[in-house]
């Protein structure tokens, strides 16, 4: 139990496109949802806090204008990058926790690559 | 958030104990400990927490001070999958159970 998938698992776009993440929880309902953000060798770092139905909550530095989270229903959140550029050429990972519980499962990431 | 501190790197040989190690002196009385672990790029994984009391699981061992400063990881017999990068977090119960990452120890296990 417990599994977390994303879409697309890669992905590469020229530098001025969107793009958007999916984050699903396949086996449970996940009342919030968390996205990181990692570069080469180093840790992740948390972007953003996502509770379903209510406005996502970004961590300082993150621009929230440039990555659009949407948690429309209990299972599912996207993270849109606007405007890409090849500075945000990244491996993103997000993490769900279902209701009363304090784990996290992640998901495979999804790497990410401007151009 | 209580920060913690862990040792960059560590080797371990294969079929013995690995003991990784974690300082978080600043927690506080209701933050938890979290061990993760990332495989090269995949998502990291949950291994087991604590509070107070040390924990087992079918993966590992989590041996916590009783001054709740510092932690160990103990996993019984390492193997080759064993291999990856180990995150010691401190989750805080008052601030939207967020986790932040420290840098963690990379964990070779040598044949």
């Known amino acids: 139990g417990a599994v977390v998938s994303q879409h697309p698992s890669w992905v590469i776009c020229k530098s001025g496109t969107s793009v958007k993440i999916e984050c699903r929880s396949l086996d449970f309902q996940a009342t919030t949802m968390f996205w990181y953000r990692q570069f080469p060798k180093q840790s992740l770092m948390l972007m953003a806090t996502?509770?379903?139905?209510?406005?996502?909550?970004?961590e300082q530095g993150v621009e929230k204008d440039k990555f659009l989270i949407n948690h429309a229903s209990l299972t599912l959140s996207t993270l849109t990058v606007t405007s890409a550029h090849p500075e945000d050429s990244s491996f993103y990972i997000c993490?769900?926790?279902?209701?009363?519980?304090?784990?996290?499962?992640f998901g495979p990431g999804t790497r990410l690559t401007v151009t | 958030d209580a920060k913690t501190t862990q040792p960059p790197s560590m080797d371990c040989a294969e079929g013995r104990a690995a003991n990784l190690p974690c300082n978080h002196s600043t927690i506080s009385g209701n933050e938890y400990v979290y061990w993760y672990r990332q495989i090269h790029s995949q998502g990291p994984q949950y291994i087991i927490h604590?509070?107070?009391n040390n924990e087992t699981n079918e993966m590992a061992s989590l041996i916590i001070t009783e001054d709740r400063k510092s932690s160990t990881l103990i996993l019984p017999h390492a193997t080759l999958r064993d291999t990856a990068v180990y995150y010691c977090?401190?989750?805080?119960?008052?601030?939207?159970?967020?986790?932040?990452f420290g840098t963690g120890t990379s964990l070779t296990v040598i044949p």
């Open positions: 993490s769900a926790s279902p209701p009363g519980g304090y784990e996290q499962y």
């Open positions: 604590g509070l107070k």
């Open positions: 996502s509770n379903e139905g209510s406005k996502a909550t970004y």
């Open positions: 977090i401190v989750r805080s119960v008052n601030t939207g159970n967020q986790f932040y």
